[in-house]
């Protein structure tokens, strides 16, 4: 049987992994394997190119991509692979995240980049994203994902129960 597919985390510097962590964690939550990849659609574009195309070939079922500023590494990225690509926007200048969020949702037809929130909970939702999409193909995966809002929603109605009682008349 083939191996399942990976999901290949790119970010444009090192000074993003704190924020992508939380990518990483997710990912290793639902059993999912991962590459990290520091790599720059500016910087190093060749070096960008060279690895999408090998992950690619190497059964890469889902690309996420974070940068900051003039963020163009998930743009660059779509334009290269037809897998799904997830944009993940960093606060990483004075305009908070707001260059890079533009920058990474105004794509031109035809070149889709799925991009999700600035910071820290887009760099999660990144993570339960990709876990959305090769779940389509992955039944234990999909159920490990309804399993986990499940406890999740189980959670939250315990602490309504606490908040109720708290403030019964
Ligand atoms: C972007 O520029 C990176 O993704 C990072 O968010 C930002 C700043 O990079 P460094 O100058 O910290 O390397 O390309």
Redesign the pocket.
Known sequence: MAEKPFVAVL???D??LPVMESTLEVLKKLGIAYEVKIT?A?RTPAATRDYVTDAEKRGCGTFIC????A?HLAGAVSAITVRPVIGVP?D?GPLQGMDALLSTVQMPGGIPTATVAIGKAGAKNAGYLAAQILGVGDPDLAERLRAERAENAEAIQKKDAEVQKQFAG
């Open positions: 970010m444009g510097s000074s993003d720059s500016h974070a940068a900051g500023l963020a960093m990483a």
